[in-house]
């Protein structure tokens, strides 16, 4: 009977384990897709921001911070923002947006003159 547990317990940790292993290497490579797209730039319109508290047993510290972007073909996209950025950008605002895949470079706001 004894070696009947020792055999399940070895089971349940290999299942663990290769669990463990499948989701790292998904993590990995949608991190790698995500760097290899190209950096992109679009005329855009900061349309709206808000801001999310990270889940509960999150190692995030400090609110999550989006600003959704309307680019000059219709369509809109969500981008995770720094903190300092979310601040400094103005809602209603037109300028040249830089982003990589889903990832925020930078929003450059059109002078007004």
Do not use: C, W
């Not at 509960?56 to 969500?78: A, P, R």
């Not at 950008?89 to 990589?100: H, N, R, T």
């Amino acid at each position: 009977m004894g070696s009947f547990f020792s055999f399940l317990a070895m089971i349940v940790f290999f299942v663990i384990l290769i669990m463990f292993i499948v989701t790292m290497v998904r993590s990995g490579g949608e991190s790698y897709r995500r760097s290899t797209v190209p950096p992109a730039n679009a005329q855009a319109k900061a349309t709206s921001k808000r801001t999310e508290a990270p889940p509960e047993h999150s190692k995030i510290n400090g609110d999550l911070h989006y600003v959704t972007f309307t680019l000059d073909d219709g369509k809109q996209i969500e981008l995770t923002v720094s903190p300092n950025e979310y601040e400094t950008i103005v809602f209603d605002v037109e300028g040249e947006l830089y982003y990589q895949g889903t990832r925020f470079l930078s929003f450059d706001p059109k002078k007004i003159l």
